[in-house]
Structure formats: C-alpha cells, structure tokens
C-alpha cells in the first residue's frame, strides 16, 4: 500500500526597514529599480554589512516555532548562476542555520499532529525577473531582500495537513510582525516536495518538487493531484521521474519544467566578507521577551470565554480585528462582541472593500454599543441600524439612538397594552394558538414588532404575549 510523504518549503519575506546586507529601503510597490545601492547590483568591491534588525526578527520566529538555536554562526556562499542573481552566489546559512529541530502543532479533524521543523535559515532574495514580448528586464529591488527559509522534515501526510500548517505558520509570522505573509505579493512562497512510499517502509519514494504555488489552498490542491499522479504512475508499473513541476491553477494539475538528473551541486562555502555570528544568552533572552501573544494562547483564551469556534477561526484570521477585540475583550461581554465582530462589522468591511484602520468604530463606542444591548435598550435589529452609522461616523451610540429614534420599549405596561389591542384585533388568531397552532402566536408577536416599529423588546414582548393568551 502506498502512502505519500510530504515536505514544504516556505520562504518568507521580512519587513525590516532596509535589506539584509545593505542600507537599501525594503519597501513593496516601489518604482523598479528605485530601492537598490552597490551592495544590491553586486558592484566589484562593495561589502556586505549584516543586518541586527534581520538577526533579531528570524531569531522571534525561531523561537515562537519552538526551534534550538545556533548561538554560534556563520554565513555561506551558495553558487549557482541565473540572470537575477548578479554576483552569481546567494548568501544563506547553510552549515549554521540560525534554528533547528523545532515543530508546529496543527490540528486536523480533531486529530493534533507535530510537524517537525528540520531549519530555519536566514538569507537574501534575488532580482525580479520580469518577462515581455520584448524580452526579460531585471528588477533590483527585490535583490537583497531579507528571507527566512523555513523547512520540513518529511513528515506530511496529506493536503489536508499541508494546508493546516502553512495556515499556521502564516499566523505565527502575522503576530509576530516580522512579514505581511501574502502570497499573492510574493512576501511567502510556497514549495511542496512530494513523494510516495510503500507503507511501513524507511526507504522514500522517488520526490517532484512543486515551485512557486499562488495560494494556500493551491498548495493542498497541487498536493493532492501530484499524490493521484504518481499513484497511477507506480500502480501501471512505471517509475516516478524526479522533476521539478509547477501547478496550474486553471486546470489543477501540475506541468513538469525541468528533469532533476543529478543533485544540484551549489559548492557551499563560508563567506569571507561576513565574520562568525555570536548570539549572548541575553540577546536571546531579551528578543524571547519581545515575543507577543501568539495565535495558540489566543485560541486557548477565547475558548475559555465560551466564544464558538467559527468567531474564533474568523478573529484569529483577521489580524487587525483580532487586535481590536483584544482591546475591548476584557471590558464587555466577549461572546456579544465576538458575535458583532464577525457579523455586522466584518459583513461591512467586506462589503466596502475596507480594513478595520478605515473605520471609525472606537475601544469607547463598542462598548458603549454592547452594553446598551445588554440593558435592554436596543435590540440586534438595532445594532444592524447603528453599526453603519458608527463605523462611517463614529460618535456616541446614545446620539445615533436619539437620532434615530430607536430606544427600545421595555415598560410593561406599554408592552401590555399593544399586546392587548393586538389580541382584541386578531381574535382568530387567539383561537388558533388556544388550538395548539404554533404559528398564530408567531404571527402575534410580528403584529405587536410593526405596531411598536420593532422597538419593543422581543424578549419581554414575547414571555408577556403567552402569559396574556393563557390569562385570556
């Protein structure tokens, strides 16, 4: 019986102020070649000059991914040529990466899993290649920007797994703030090696590498189609040819690029220009202090305070609106925020194509809207009023009601006397809920909702109507 091995390779672009080995700006979406010096285009005689910024955002992440860390390192020279590699070598770590022997725990089907983490490697991006009807033109900003390289062992089952620990990963990285993570601008790219073996045996399946997948999900979906591939290959009698392959996302299959006959041969060897690297038990110790709340601690609190598992998914995935919760989560009831953030807010910002920062909703007026609700003031219709309004205008919850006209009616004596007209009006719908009819008293109670505008409040409108009926 065969079953796959799995192993991703992620590679993560860090926001740092300048490059790894220059004083270049490492900014997004600036003019080509805009952000490049010397150190960038490989000019003979310029120096590298490493960055501390670097050193300390790979070191969080090691951390936060539960690594060992080499105190003592050095940088290496990996040679290979290629047109946006201007000195013809990438400098990596390739015999001292910065962590090692660490793990993410994910979570599949209720089922939790360790996937083991061989590396994490610090290192420096290579040109853009951009390509046209006239050509390929070469765009420096990108060369030099800072990259953590984060390996697997090869102990991924399936494309289920694969999806749950990028998704992870993504999370750590988010909150930790040391990359933005979009794949769709290239800030994490994604490589899955994929093989299969015969169950219960040591010996490995002959891999495929698939290169620069677009997406999270196309991740699982180039898995998968690759897991089917090679199945139907070995099964007909054939043997799996050791390639590398892209996935394409308008047909969901991958296409082969290049036959891998021999291994690559990169000829490592120390860089001469970068001295050793010593880490102090105290750097360590300081940058392992600036670690914040991580998604697994938020996951846990959130679950204390009963909030359901889909709000949960939703605020962790968001980062900004996890941030916002986390400002108000201790002062108000949690599941009603919770219920609001994930609904009518979130519902809002998707609608109009806006990011929390966009809006006006504030620490103050959130939970002055919650706990209105909670008096009995307004009612969830009117929170579906009142949020646009907040979130376009700000203000007070107390000014939007006054304007609007919407307190809630929760004197019984006025309750009473809608329902008692209502009844008086509706005489045969009184029989039909005295003959056990479910949906007469339905029907009352939206008789009673339009006559009070939906002022009224549901609950007590409700629990009065039945006690009446019955009186009746």
Not at 24 to 45: C, M
Request: aromatic letters at 6%; hydrophobic letters at 35%; proline letters at 4%.
């Amino acid at each position: 019986m065969l079953e796959p091995t799995i192993g991703i390779e992620i590679h993560v672009e860090l926001k740092s102020k300048t490059k790894v080995f220059s004083n270049s700006l490492n900014k997004f979406d600036s003019l080509p070649n805009e952000n490049i010096s010397l150190i960038d285009i490989a000019y003979p005689g310029t120096l590298p000059k490493l960055n501390k910024e670097v050193v300390v955002m790979a070191l969080k992440a090691a951390l936060a991914l539960n690594c060992k860390i080499n105190k003592e390192m050095s940088f290496d020279r990996k040679n290979y040529f290629y047109p946006d590699l201007a000195k013809g070598y990438q400098i990596t770590q390739n015999r001292t990466p910065i962590g090692y022997d660490g793990y993410l725990t994910i979570n599949v089907s209720g089922q939790p899993k360790k996937i083991e983490i061989e590396r994490i490697h610090i290192e420096e991006d290579t040109a853009k290649s951009i390509h046209g009807q006239g050509g390929t033109v070469l765009d420096f900003n990108r060369s030099g920007v800072p990259l953590i390289e984060i390996v697997t062992k090869p102990v991924i089952s399936n494309d289920q797994e694969a999806v749950a620990y990028l998704e992870g990963i993504r999370e750590i990285l988010l909150y930790l703030g040391i990359s933005d993570v979009k794949i769709e601008e290239g800030s994490m790219r994604c490589d899955a090696n994929v093989s299969l073996k015969e169950k219960d045996s040591d010996i490995l399946g002959t891999k495929t590498e698939v290169k620069n997948i677009g997406s999270i999900s196309n991740v699982g979906a180039s898995i998968l189609y690759e897991i089917n591939r090679q199945r139907e290959i070995i099964e007909s009698g054939q043997k799996v040819i050791g390639e590398t392959r892209r996935f394409d996302d308008k047909t969901g299959t991958t296409i082969s690029m290049r036959v891998k006959e021999t291994n690559n041969d990169y000829r490592y060897f120390p860089e001469p220009n970068l001295p050793p690297l010593h880490l102090t038990d105290e750097f360590v110790f300081n940058v392992k202090n600036e670690i914040p709340v991580l998604p697994s601690e938020l996951r846990e609190k959130y679950i204390s305070l009963d909030i359901n598992q889909n709000n949960i998914k939703t605020i962790i995935g968001n980062y900004d609106l996890c941030h916002f919760f986390e400002s108000v989560v201790d002062m108000v009831n949690p599941v009603i925020a919770s219920n609001i953030l994930t609904g009518d807010v979130l519902n809002y910002l998707n609608k109009n194509k806006l990011e929390v920062k966009d809006i006006k909703l504030t620490t103050d007026n959130f939970k002055e809207l919650i706990e209105t609700h909670e008096l009995g003031e307004i009612s969830s219709k009117h929170i579906k009023e009142i949020i646009p309004i907040l979130l376009e205008k700000g203000g007070t919850v107390k000014a939007i009601i006054e304007n609007l006209g919407l307190k809630q009616i929760n004197n019984d004596d006025l309750i009473l006397k809608v329902i008692k007209n209502i009844i008086d009006n509706n005489e045969q719908s009184v029989i039909d809920y005295k003959n056990g009819q479910d949906r007469a008293l339905k029907y009352l109670m939206g008789q009673i909702m339009k006559e009070t505008k939906g002022q009224v409040n549901p609950t007590k409108a409700s629990e009065l109507l039945v006690q009446e009926l019955n009186n009746n």
